[in-house]
Each structure stands twice: as structure tokens, then as C-alpha cells.
């Protein structure tokens, strides 16, 4: 698909005519979400004749389990599978004019465009309808979902009659979910779970329809309240499982309806208070639809002052990074209970399920815009810990504890554990972002009330995964584990897991040491809570002190033991429509090759860059850049940031226009299945670290900014220890501007500057 479908726009993502074809990428394109609520960007009508839709409205955090049904099972395998659901719909509304039924498909209807707009936070579409019956209207239809009221969304629709006149019948309902049947040929996609829930009550009271959800087996139970306004009224009624508000209403050339919807959702589980009553006075209580955009524009305009990027000479980029900035914004949890998932709140790929995405490539990106959220994230794992202990013993570990390597409330649910629960290094990310997290923002009470434990406990998981092998001349080794790269899985350490772990030895030994020298009394509590043994990071320190790394040959460093005995399998060989190569080859054909899917010690070269020399990386980009199929969405921003490390600035900049616009311009095929995240949050780490060289290192902040020829220079804004520092890069230097805080010494280029 060209890239033209979508104008390039700064600040907004504009369709104009109604592309059937691509009906279910756009609803994903156009999603609205606010770290609760997600909604896909359907039609208000429900889709269109000829054009295929996934309808999808969601909570997140709210999901159905069933039991995983394997064909041979063992023990330790993962017990059930978690899917996000879609929740009942109450954004839709249907639309007849003298009993012509409005859909795209078969009625005549002109000037038809969707705009996303990333400063106002507001989906607009309009369009003509000309009628059957000879009349001329003219519809708008408004949607947002609130990112100031986290349990709010709602609509606006306008019909403006401009020539001749019609009987207009506006049907606006509250229904269950379309479930959406995932491909049950693609692993990355929801399919055959029985996803449906269950109605507790439908109710339709003057204004306001009603309706409660239940989760067959998660106790989840969803209230939703949609409150109409309108100068006409409208029926309510109830039938079977959905609820009406109708509105007949004869309208003559210049005459014009305006409906608006306030829609509350609450989500409440087990024993907790139901929260029905509370919804429907939520949704009553409401402000206007203009006087939400009001609140919605500022909290915009907030975020954007925060996260402000810019890009000068090419706004095809630049659209894309904001896009990206926008979508991450909308779907991260905001509570600590919520995290984001690998779509968002933008679709079903994934299931709804969080991963490793988080940590390394998500978190960044409000570590240095947002603290708060990254601390929210942070505090998800926290609050995961206990099911994360539970199973590290079912895996055999008598202490620490094992992160789920994908899930939704901390529970494993990867039932391919090759490249499922042998991805140790989650706990590595999550040690590895709790670390960046206290050196960017110095939150002691953070560190002390959950940081430390986490460190303290994936520290434990690795102590007891490793051990010191004699065949390895006495190091510490991480063996029968799966690195980033999921086509090389259960090998013996690979680099980027080995590093992690050594990292979360010292930083875990750190924690306790800080502690107990600034917060004694939290210290004494942890000691006595994990019956820590004063011996422990003294063993932390000796196996991160020996910790194994396979050994270069000819300078390529191999990404694990095996990795360089694998066959060969160049990459010109495999033609081109076997990719990706999950969904052409056995997986054993593909673990027996020396192929990647995606930057695994590539990674660990950016990521640990100070352990490595320039050569060391460079002669290892050019290996691992040829034997790299990319298949993975995370993997070309971070071949980007290290290519920039390296001065290869055009192909760093070929992997970052490659990823920059991979949704809006549908690059991975599947954007219908959501948008991704994790690639979406890697290009902004793509702007700070790859062009903007940004670093930290023990607690420094440094740049080593490039531009890139195509640009005549860009500018971007991040968050570091309450300070709001402002890069702008220009073909010819660099300036720096403390927004906010106190002054503060950085460096740039390795030379020390104070701002003020
Ligand atoms: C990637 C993983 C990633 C997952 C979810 C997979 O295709 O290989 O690294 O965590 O997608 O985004």
C-alpha cells in the first residue's frame, strides 16, 4: 500500500472518500482509547455492504479466560488462556431517511472523510447522503473518549437537511459486541475463544439505555449508561439483548438534528461494590459534548508541550511520530492495575496481552515524557509479583520470581513456551526499566516501596537460573533460555539475557545498599519481608562480576553459544512472499537456520553500548543486519538506533522511515489486527536516542545529536530529574533550553554543559 492513502498532515490523519477496501485498517488507524476505554474507529452504521469490518469497543484490563486445550500437555505448562473482550457497543447508531437505511455500500453518498484529530483528541467524519427520495443531507458525526474522565466517551452527530426534506429516523442503541472471528492461521490473532459475555441487565429509562455485562469466568462485570440529548425526543425500548433510543422527525431544507451521547463504562470484579447506579448518573451528569472537547483540548495541549517533537522539511515523519505519540498516549493504563497492551486499545491482535513490549520499548517513552505513567506501568509489575513468585516454583525456582512473558493480569498465558516462558529476559526488562526509572527521576519512594522487591526478586530467579559452569572455565551461565529473537529459541546464553541478568545483579545490589544507607526503616521492612541473607548480593555481585558472553569469531559476536553453528540461510534466497517466515515455515526449519527475526544482540549493542567498542559494533551491525528478516515490528527502529551510533546515518535513516510510518501505512499487512505499540514507541526512541545520541549513565544525561540530511532539523522535548530540556538539532549544531526546573549539567559530545 503507497503511502499516499493519508495526506501528510502535522496534526491530524485525514481519509477522504469512504476506501472500502481498507475499512478495517482505517477503524484501527482511527481507534480512540484513554487507558480504560478503547474504541475502534467503526462506522457509526455498523460497517458497510461489501467492505469487511472488526467492530470493537474495550476495557482495558477486562478479559475471559478459558482453559488452554493442548493436545499433549506436560507439566508447568500454562493453565489458561486470557482475551481482552469486546465489550457491549454504545457508539453506534443507525440512520434511515424515508425507511432508506443508510450503509456506504448501496446508498449515494458523496464528500465522505474521517479526520483524527491528535490536538483536539476527536474522531470527525462527514459526508452527503443523497436519498433515494430526492433529499439532500448533510450528516457529522463527533466521537472522543475523555482523557480527563477516565470512565467517559461520547458522540455527536449533526443532520442537516440541505435540499428537498425526509422523514429522518435516528436509531441510536446500546447492543452487545460483533464479535470479530480472529484467523486461525496467524498465531498473532485472536481466533476460536469463545469470547461472548453474558447479560446481567438491559434497561431503557427515559433518556438513558443501560445494560451490564458479565465475563463467563474472569467475574468481571461491565455497567454501561448512554445518556441522549436532543432537542427531538426519542422512544426508548428494549428488545432481546439491546436497548433503543429512536428519534422520527420530518426535516425540511435547513432544518438540522443534533444528538448527543454521553456513555459511561465501569468495570468491576469478584467482590467489589457494583457500580450500575454510579455509571448511569455518571453518564446523566456529564458535561456538554463542546464543553468535553474543551477539557479534552487541554489535556492535549498539555501532552504535546511535554512530548513535543518536531520534525523539519518532512511531514510524512512527522505526522508519523505524532501519530505514534498519540495512539501510546491513549492506550496506556493510567491506575497501576492497567498496563498496554502490544495493539493498545486499538484492536484484538495479541488477545489484549502485555509482553516484554512494555518495559523495553513503551516505557521509555513516558520515562521522558510522562514519568507518572512510566511509574504506573512500574507499578502494574508490582502489583503482579505474587502470581510472577507463583511461577517461578511451578518453574522449578525455590526463590524469586518469573514474569509472565505474555498476560494480562500477570498470569502466564503462553502456551508455546519455546517462544513463550523461555523468554527469561522479561525479567531482565523489567529489573533493566525499574533501574532507568530511579536514574531518570530519582524516585526514592518508589525504589523503596516496590522498585527494590522487584529487583530483589527477578535478582533471585536469575541467581537460581544460572550457575557457574566448569566447562565454561568457571562463569556463570543462563542456559535452555529464548532471547529477544523468537528464531533462535531455547539456547544457551544469549548475550542480550546474559546482560540483562548482570545488570539486575548490580542494580538489585545497589537498590539494598541505597536503602539501607537513606531509608532504614524501608530497608529493615524488605529485609524482614524477603528474608533477605546478607550474603545474597555479595552472590549477585560474583556471578554479574562472571558472567559468561560467547566468545567473537572473526569479530561477530555470536547472539548466543549455537548461534554461528546454525545453517546458513541468505536472506536473497527465501522469496520474497514466504515472509514472514512464521507463517511459511515448520518452526524447526527455522530454529536450525542462521536467521533472525528481529534485533536481539543488536540490542544488547545498544542497550550496554559502553561494553562495546565502535568496531565491535559496527563489524556487528553489518552481520546482523544481513541475516535479520525484520519479521517482528519491534526490530528495525532499534537497527536504527545503533546504525546511528555507528555514523551509517542513511541507513539509520531508512530503518526509521520504515518504522515511523508502519501503521498509517500498513507496512506489516495485519494494522487491521491493532496498531503496534511497541514499534510505534520505538520511533520516538529512535528521535532521543538514535538521531539525539541521548544517553544515561549512573544518573548523567548526555547527547550526541546528528541530522539528517533530508531534514533542515528537528527538535524534541524530554522530562529528566523535574527537568524540561528541549533539543534542537540543526545541520549546523545543537542548543539546548532548560524549559523547567533547576539547572542542571549534561553533557554533549562527552563535554560538560550547564543549563539554566
Ligand atoms: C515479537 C515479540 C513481541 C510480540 C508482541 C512478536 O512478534 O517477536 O518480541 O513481544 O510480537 O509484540
Avoid at 487507558?35 to 460497517?47: P, T, Y
Avoid at 545474597?536 to 569469531?553: D, F, I, T
Avoid at 487491521?672 to 541521548?694: E, S
Wanted: proline share 4%.
Amino acid at each position: 500500500m503507497s503511502g499516499t492513502r493519508f495526506p501528510y498532515e502535522p496534526w491530524t490523519v485525514t481519509e477522504d472518500g469512504f476506501q472500502a477496501a481498507f475499512l478495517r485498517e482505517s477503524e484501527s488507524v482511527f481507534a480512540l482509547g484513554n487507558g480504560l476505554i478503547g474504541m475502534r474507529g467503526n462506522l457509526e452504521e455498523l460497517g458497510a455492504t461489501g467492505a469487511e469490518s472488526i467492530q470493537g469497543c474495550y476495557l482495558n484490563g477486562v478479559f475471559d479466560s478459558e482453559p488452554i486445550v493442548y493436545g499433549e500437555s506436560a507439566y508447568g505448562y500454562a493453565k489458561n488462556h486470557e482475551t481482552i473482550c469486546s465489550v457491549m457497543d454504545a457508539k453506534s447508531l443507525s440512520l434511515s431517511a424515508d425507511g432508506e437505511k443508510l450503509d456506504l455500500g448501496l446508498c449515494d453518498v458523496a464528500e465522505h472523510r474521517r479526520v483524527l484529530d491528535m490536538r483536539a483528541g476527536l474522531l470527525r467524519r462527514s459526508f452527503v447522503w443523497n436519498t433515494k427520495g430526492g433529499c439532500t443531507l448533510r450528516v457529522e458525526t463527533e466521537r472522543l473518549v475523555s482523557l480527563t474522565r477516565q470512565e467517559l466517551a461520547a458522540t455527536r452527530l449533526r443532520v442537516r437537511c440541505e435540499a428537498g426534506g425526509c422523514l429522518l429516523r435516528v436509531d441510536s442503541f446500546l447492543a452487545p459486541a460483533v464479535i470479530a472471528q480472529g484467523d486461525p492461521n496467524d498465531p498473532r490473532n485472536a481466533a476460536g475463544k469463545d469470547r461472548s459475555l453474558r447479560i446481567g441487565a438491559i434497561r431503557a429509562e427515559g433518556t438513558l439505555l443501560r445494560m451490564r455485562q458479565l465475563t463467563k469466568r474472569t467475574g468481571f462485570t461491565i455497567n454501561c449508561a448512554v445518556e441522549h440529548r436532543c432537542a427531538f425526543s426519542g422512544e426508548v425500548s428494549v428488545t432481546g439483548e439491546r436497548a433503543d433510543w429512536i428519534a422520527e422527525r420530518a426535516l425540511r431544507a435547513g432544518d438540522t438534528l443534533t444528538l448527543e451521547r454521553s456513555i459511561c463504562y465501569t468495570a468491576t470484579r469478584d467482590g467489589e461494590a457494583d457500580r450500575w447506579d454510579d455509571a448511569a448518573a455518571q453518564a446523566r451528569s456529564a458535561p456538554a459534548f463542546d464543553a468535553l472537547c474543551a477539557e479534552q483540548r487541554a489535556c492535549l495541549d498539555a501532552f504535546w508541550d511535554r512530548a513535543g517533537i518536531d520534525i523539519e522539511g518532512d511531514d510524512a515523519l512527522l505526522q508519523g511520530l505524532r501519530f505514534n505519540l498519540f495512539h501510546l498516549f491513549q492506550s496506556v493504563g493510567r491506575d497501576g492495575r492497567r498496563n498496554i497492551a502490544a495493539k493498545g486499545l486499538t484492536g484484538e491482535g495479541y488477545e489484549g496481552h502485555t509482553f516484554w513490549d512494555t518495559e523495553a520499548y513503551i516505557l521509555p517513552v513516558f520515562l521522558y515524557t510522562e514519568p507518572t505513567l512510566a511509574r504506573r506501568l512500574l507499578e502494574y509489575r508490582y502489583a503482579t509479583l505474587p502470581k510472577a513468585r507463583e511461577r517461578a516454583r511451578v518453574m522449578g525456582h525455590p526463590r524469586g520470581a518469573l514474569f509472565p512473558w505474555r498476560s494480562i493480569d500477570g498470569e502466564e498465558c503462553s502456551a508455546y513456551f519455546p517462544a513463550g516462558t523461555a523468554q527469561y529476559h522479561i525479567d531482565g526488562d523489567v529489573a533493566h526499566a525499574v533501574w532507568e526509572y530511579w536514574q531518570a527521576t530519582g524516585d526514592l519512594d518508589f525504589l523503596a516501596r516496590c522498585g527494590a522487591e522487584i529487583l530483589v526478586e527477578t535478582a533471585r530467579l536469575y541467581a537460581d537460573l544460572g550457575f557457574f559452569s566448569e566447562e565454561k572455565g568457571g562463569r556463570f551461565v543462563l542456559n535452555c533460555v529464548t532471547g529477544p529473537d523468537e528464531y533462535n529459541v531455547l539456547v544457551n546464553n544469549n548475550v542480550y539475557t546474559n546482560r540483562v541478568a548482570e545488570e539486575n545483579f548490580r542494580s538489585a545490589a545497589a537498590a539494598l545498599e541505597l536503602l539501607s544507607a537513606r531509608c532504614p526503616d524501608e530497608y529493615a521492612r524488605l529485609s524482614r519481608e524477603l528474608a533477605l541473607d546478607a550474603g545474597e548480593p555479595r552472590q549477585w555481585l560474583e556471578a554479574a562480576e562472571r558472567m559468561y558472553y560467547p566468545p567473537a569469531r572473526n569479530g561477530v559476536i555470536p547472539q548466543d553459544d549455537g548461534f554461528l553453528d546454525r545453517k546458513p540461510w541468505p536472506l536473497a534466497s527465501i522469496p520474497k512472499e514466504n515472509h514472514p517466515l512464521l507463517m511459511h515455515y515448520h518452526g524447526l526449519v527455522i530454529y536450525r537456520h542462521m536467521v533472525c527475526k528481529q534485533a536481539d544482540l543488536i540490542l544488547a549493542l545498544t542497550q550496554y553500548g559502553e561494553r562495546y567498542t565502535l568496531e565491535e559494533k559496527k563489524r556487528n551491525f553489518a552481520f546482523y543486519d544481513s541475516v535479520t528478516t525484520h519479521d517482528s515490528s519491534l526490530s528495525m527502529a532499534v537497527f536504527s538506533i545503533l546504525a546511528n551510533e555507528i555514523g551509517e546515518l542513511s541507513t539509520a535513516y531508512e530503518y526509521f522511515m520504515s518504522s515511523a510510518r508502519l501503521d498509517l501505512d500498513d507496512m506489516h499487512r495485519n494494522t487491521k489486527d491493532g496498531l503496534h505499540m511497541a514499534n510505534m514507541a520505538g520511533t520516538f526512541n529512535c528521535v532521543t536516542r538514535g538521531f539525539g545520541g541521548m544517553r544515561v549513565r549512573d544518573g548523567v544525561l548526555s547527547f550526541a545529536p546528528v541530522c539528517p540530511p533530508q531534514w533542515r532539523g528537528y527538535a524534541f522535548r524530554v522530562r529528566f530529574r523535574a527537568r524540561s530540556i528541549e533539543v534542537r538539532v540543526r545541520p549546523d549544531g545543537v542548543s539546548y533550553a532548560l524549559l523547567g526546573g533547576e539547572p542542571i549539567t549534561i553533557l554533549s559530545f562527552g563535554k560538560e554543559i550547564e543549563l539554566k
